[in-house]
């Protein structure tokens, strides 16, 4: 699997958006960039879906360390955030797993910055207090 996901119950889209920028933000990442699919492909092919937010996450320290060791890592920055509502009503919230920028790169300074990153996201998603997939 390439990433790692919960599913929140009871809470309306917008409630698990800013709850999940939240977890975000208590583990040092900050959004850089925030693109309402929804939105798009209302407007770009006038189909209807339900909500969903692709978040780009950064925590800049370990963004720096990345971009130190390898500078063309940019390609795989920021760390992606879903914020998705499903089918059932339930808000789906998945994070990319940033072990796959290690299997891409396969430089060892990434290791350590990955690591970090890893744990500070499954802190965060664990801190949503939803329903974790199974890895």
């Known amino acids: 699997m390439y990433g790692f996901t919960t599913t929140l119950t009871g ?4 409630q698990a958006l800013e709850k999940t920028i939240a977890a975000l933000k208590a583990e040092g ?5 925030d693109i309402d699919v929804q939105a798009a492909m209302k407007e770009k092919l006038g189909v209807e879906m339900p909500r969903y937010r692709i978040l780009g996450a950064c925590n800049p320290p370990l963004a720096h360390q990345a971009l130190q060791a390898v500078p063309d ?5 920021p760390c992606n955030v879903i914020v998705r509502e499903a089918k059932s009503g ?4 998945g994070f990319l797993d940033p072990q796959i920028m290690v299997g891409l790169v396969g430089h060892a ?11 500070r996201l499954r802190r ?6 939803g329903t974790p997939a199974s890895d």
């Open 73 to 77: 890592i940019g390609l795989l920055l």
């Open 29 to 33: 990442f900050g959004v850089l960039s």
């Open 109 to 119: 300074d990434i290791q350590a910055v990955a690591d970090a990153a890893q744990q």
């Open 124 to 129: 965060a998603c664990a801190s949503l207090g």
């Open 11 to 14: 809470v309306g889209f917008d």
């Open 90 to 93: 339930e808000m789906v919230v």
